[in-house]
């Protein structure tokens, strides 16, 4: 894979009349192209840089071997412009993922380094089609160009650097009606909280986070922070029409259009997904520990050097925040004590959502904080290594919201 600027015309339907973007892609386009593995086997990938600056690629949501995670300063150095690495690992989860830049990332990821991942399952649900469906938005100027103020404070130090425009991207764009299809949400934005409703369909939520649910759920409205994703099986019952309530208004982000019709739709029940296989430790956790979001506008005073910090510290700490031996259990309490929601991604590993009353929720690799809330996360440590933690509004995180765990 390369990666390289590229032309994209992201400004489409009643905007077309406006020219391309420039941008970053990979391999001449973003998002860059669908990469599908097996569950189980090995993915390889030779990357080249050719943007013109140094980046790295990280697999989001991979319980991946260390030293291929992409976080330049943990795991690897940055790949110079017109530089090569080799990026090699097993994919033990079969799930929704994605790859994207970790490197400036609050700038490369918004002009458009990312693409989607996809781990089949060795024996995938029976259905007709499998789409992706990015949910992005872009921040652009008067001629379609990328506004230049990634660096902005104002955005640093609010909820992040939001689009102007936003859209979904299908990887197909028309399906029949009485199709049963799997569409794979995900959230590439820099920092916009989707609140995706998806209309014309009839089935249910079966994954989040590339892992599956224990079981199915309702689809209602799938609330996608920044880097989460959401699988949905579900039969056409007409146009499938994306879109989110904006605070001001229910923005259309785009259509899948009904062409033609199933002659034998299923009528089996839609089944939940085989498990990956990570099981839920019982009893009391071995450690617990309470990671403090602070900073911000009208966030008040902390100690840290930055905008952000967790727990008073603003960036990465030469020591881990939290060192751990394999295998240890640790009951996270998330405090969220800005007045900004918040995605926090640990790399490396899932963890469970706890819900309120002590019960154990989805495995997910981010979890979303809203403003002045907490929630309690569970995480058995079983990837050795250097694991980065931050939060996924990918501004936030370069102004000090991030630390690392080590796992021995
Ligand atoms: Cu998707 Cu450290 O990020
Ligand atoms: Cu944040």
Known sequence: MTAEPVLAQI???????YGPTPSLGFNGSTPGPLLTVRQGDELSVTFENRTGEATSVHWHGIRITNRMDGVPGLTQEAVPDGGDFEYRFVAPDAGTFWYHSHSRSWEQVARGLYGPLIVQETAPPDVDADIVVIVDDWRLGENAEFIDDFDGMFHFAHGGRLGNYAK???SQSSVRRGDRIRLRLINTANARV????VEGIDGKLVALDGMPLGRVEEVGTVTLAPAQRADIIADVVD???FSFWSGQDNYRLGLITVDGSNPSPRTS??????SNGIVAPSGEPDRRETLRMQGGAMGGRHPGEDIWSFNGVSDLPEKPWLKVDRGTAVQISLVNDTSFPHGIHLHGQHFFEIADGG?????RDTSLVNARESRDILCVF???GKWLLHCHMLGHSATGMKTWVEVT
């Open 359 to 363: 019960s154990l929720g989805s495995l």
């Open 11 to 17: 400004l489409t339907g009643e905007f077309s009349e």
């Open 194 to 197: 989707f609140p995706v409703a």
């Open 269 to 274: 029940e839609i089944q939940r997904l085989p």
């Open 239 to 241: 146009d499938i029409e």
């Open 382 to 384: 079983d990837n050795p």
């Open 168 to 170: 979904v991207i299908p």
